[in-house]
């Protein structure tokens, strides 16, 4: 098969992480994304951090609840800080894998 080399020009960072998502999936590639993602893709690629039976980052979610969260009141029905959740989205679709500290807003 002959191939062929091609230049992507994207209007900005995001249409350009956009693409590359994309052209990730579309090939197989695996990319340590998490959202919009397979459920048994992302447990699949995490499993060279070890053996989870659930994406780390409902792990980190879990245990952070369970630590600093239980007494906190409306902790799932009202909505977290709209930048630090694109923060954390970011960090864990880049293959990070942030820590929460004590100062993290439970909502977010």
């Not at 956009?18 to 695996?30: N, S």
């Amino acid at each position: 098969l002959p191939i062929y080399a091609c230049v992507l020009m994207a209007n900005s960072q995001c249409e350009m992480e956009e693409w590359i998502k994309a052209l990730k999936r579309v090939t197989g590639t695996p990319s340590g994304a998490v959202f919009g993602q397979r459920l048994s893709d992302t447990v699949a690629y995490e499993q060279k951090y070890g053996q989870h039976l659930v994406p780390i980052l409902v792990e980190k979610c879990a245990d952070f609840l369970r630590e600093k969260g239980l007494n906190e009141e409306g902790v799932f029905r009202l909505p977290g800080q709209d930048n630090l959740v694109k923060q954390l989205r970011s960090a864990f679709d880049a293959g990070e894998r942030p820590s929460f500290d004590s100062d993290t807003d439970r909502k977010s």
